[in-house]
Nanobody, 125 residues
């Protein structure tokens, strides 16, 4: 099974920015679609964004569109989630997930079979 590690979570003020990283252990991510998800305390996990493996097509949840950007750096074998204009409602544990795919990615929890351990993002008022 592919192992993924998220990093970059922190405490930040409203309006601030963070960049999260998703890196594998022992494999290249070139053949994987990568998704970002988040889970607030007491709530269900929700989709945030994804990037396809083939053409780099990206998708975003309406709640983050225009503020978040997902990107892939093949040289570093890492996928990033740049988060700008952060709001308190962005608070939660952020997870990255991977699925071998050459087609469009899906922001759907059930579509991915490899998950990281999560990194905590807290946005204070």
């Amino acid at each position: 099974q592919l192992q993924l590690v998220e990093s970059g979570g922190a405490l930040v003020q409203t309006g601030g920015s963070l960049r999260l990283s998703c890196a594998p252990r022992g494999r290249t991510l070139d053949t994987y679609a990568i998704g970002w998800f988040r889970q607030a305390p007491g709530k269900e996990r929700e989709g945030v964004s994804c990037v396809s493996s083939s053409d780099g097509t990206t998708r975003y949840a309406d709640s983050v569109k225009g503020r978040f950007t997902i990107s892939r750096d093949s040289a570093k074998n890492t996928v990033y989630l740049q988060m700008n204009s952060l709001k308190p409602e962005d608070t939660g544990v952020y997870y990255c997930a991977a699925e071998v795919s050459y087609g469009p990615c899906l922001v759907d929890v059930d579509w991915y079979d490899a998950w990281g351990q999560g990194t905590l993002v807290t946005v204070s008022p």
